[in-house]
């Protein structure tokens, strides 16, 4: 049986077609303190908890779910991370920093017998759950969501870390060309692009990234490729975060659509991850 967290119910819906595993339901009970605690009716041995875990009330969702469905009596349990928040921090930048992709992911480990992350910020991210753990990477179908007729398009990664994503989805458009920008992160706000020298004036360009957040690593790119005379600027993700004012950002830089999953569900959410993972039930 399938259980879901808050933020990823469609999602698990989505999932329960296409694998053909029943989903079951969850009920929430609140307290006056601020606590909560959850009740499923999960039933049978294998139990599928499937949550984003945007923020800290869902990652606290995730585990009491664990064990619930634990408590009912499963003996083996598969937590899906559609996404996997506090992941970026998967490096101790400075003395007495917390390594929070580490610490989430070890609490996350106790209750699961095993782990699926969508495109987690880093692959090794997955080597801190103590219990098995792949990276599922949906990249492939980001192509999906882009016009079908792009003129001469360009996939750009507005940052090196993104270049293997941004070929995966020329790779599955069929056509195109792919490039990089260099990215320098000054602070969570603000980043320093060095562009490349590609020439993208009359082109349909395609910005991919693996998460879009407060939309500014994009804009950023965005402003340089309209500047430079770009037709069409498109903008794909995984994980549309896209906090604050970010989606005024994109567009006042340019940018004239964007696309992504449903690992974080948002008016741009225009495919879903649900085929990819029912083949690794
Ligand atoms: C970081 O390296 C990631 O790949 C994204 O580029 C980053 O998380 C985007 O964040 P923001 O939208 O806040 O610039």
């Excluded at 999960?42 to 908890?49: A, K, L, N, P, V």
């Excluded at 792949?134 to 870390?161: H, K, M, R, V, Y």
């Excluded at 995966?168 to 458009?173: E, I, L, N, P």
């Excluded at 490349?196 to 004036?201: C, E, F, G, Q």
């Amino acid at each position: 049986m399938i259980i879901s967290g808050s933020a990823s119910i469609s999602l698990a819906s989505s999932l329960s077609s296409h694998s053909k595993i029943p989903l079951g339901k969850t009920t929430h009970q609140n307290f006056p303190d601020g606590e909560f605690m959850v009740q499923t009716n999960f039933q049978g041995d294998h139990g599928i908890i499937i949550a984003a875990t945007r923020s800290a009330s869902d990652h606290l969702e995730l585990l009491q779910l664990q064990d619930a469905v634990r408590e009912a009596g499963a003996t083996n349990i598969t937590t899906i991370l559609p996404y996997m928040g506090y992941a970026r921090q998967d490096t101790v930048f400075e003395p007495g920093q917390s390594l929070s992709a580490r610490a989430m992911a070890r609490s996350i480990g106790t209750g699961t017998d095993r782990v699926i992350i969508v495109n987690p910020h880093k692959n090794t991210v997955c080597d801190y759950f103590g219990v098995p753990a792949i990276a599922l990477d949906a990249s492939s179908i980001l192509a999906q969501t882009l016009p079908t007729n792009l003129e001469n398009p360009l996939f750009l990664a507005p940052d090196s870390g993104a270049i293997s994503l941004a070929e995966s989805v020329r790779d599955a458009y069929g056509m195109g060309d792919t490039d990089f920008f260099e990215k320098d992160r000054i602070s969570s706000t603000e980043v320093h692009i060095s562009p490349s020298t590609v020439d993208v004036a009359g082109r349909d360009v395609i910005c991919v990234d693996d998460i879009i957040s407060t939309g500014t690593t994009t804009s950023k790119s965005a402003r340089i490729l309209h500047d430079r005379g770009a037709k069409t600027i498109f903008v794909t993700c995984i994980h549309a975060l896209l906090v604050e004012d970010a989606r005024k950002m994109l567009s006042d830089s340019g940018v004239d659509a964007i696309y992504t999953t449903d690992t974080i569900v948002t008016p741009e959410t225009k495919v879903s991850i649900a085929p990819l993972l029912a083949k690794l039930l």
